[in-house]
């Protein structure tokens, strides 16, 4: 699992000390046993206040910017399906998981797409995931309201499960 999730001020939930797309990751991680990486951006340039936050992220859209993430992701190879999570910002994936998506071979693997949101759902995660990885397989995707995975866990959860049930899992 690859996910991308940000502490510091978020949107109706106040300042947070776990982001809420990695409280989803960890959950889909207890669930099914994946494995967690998390993308990390390599400068650290996104701020942590929220409306500051969303200026930088709105411009790394307008610019279609490819933002470096730190690190290397592990060797992909040995993993057929690939859960892939982050916050929507601004209706689409933050621009650092298309870095992400352009720089790592996905191609056969089964990519499944989950957000966190506060209102726009999957934002159409799953088909700019196709579009950007257009030799994957991309499954049903889920979408968590950010203030839930904060504030309803117990919901989440079996959100989480029901949905990873009718993936199979
Ligand atoms: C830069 C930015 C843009 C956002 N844009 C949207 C949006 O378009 N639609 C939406 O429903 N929520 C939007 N949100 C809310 C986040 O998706 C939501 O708070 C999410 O759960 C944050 O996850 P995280 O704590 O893992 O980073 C935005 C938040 C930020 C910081």
Redesign the pocket.
């Known amino acids: 699992m690859i996910y991308?999730?940000?502490?510091g001020e978020?949107?109706?939930?106040g300042v947070?000390e776990k982001?809420?797309?990695?409280i989803v990751a960890e959950m889909i991680a207890e669930q099914t046993g994946a494995d967690l990486f998390e993308v990390l951006p390599a400068d650290d340039h996104y701020p942590m206040t929220?409306d500051a936050?969303?200026e930088?992220?709105?411009a790394e859209q307008n610019d279609n910017a490819r933002p470096a993430y730190s690190g290397e992701l592990p060797d992909l190879s040995g993993y057929s399906t690939v859960f892939i999570g982050?916050?929507?910002?601004?209706?689409d994936w933050p621009m650092i998981m298309y870095t992400v998506f352009e720089n790592n071979d996905f191609s056969g693997k089964k990519l499944i797409p989950f957000?966190?949101?506060?209102?726009?759902?999957l934002?159409g995660f799953d088909d700019k995931l196709k579009g950007a990885c257009p030799d994957a397989e991309v499954l049903k995707g889920l979408a968590i309201?950010?203030n839930d995975?904060q504030n309803a866990q117990e919901e989440v959860k079996k959100s989480v499960g029901s949905w990873l049930t009718e993936l199979g899992f």
């Open positions: 991308f999730s940000r502490t978020q949107y109706t939930v947070i982001g809420n797309t990695a929220y936050l969303t930088v992220a709105r982050a916050p929507v910002w601004w209706g957000s966190t949101h506060e209102g726009s759902g934002s309201r950010g995975a």
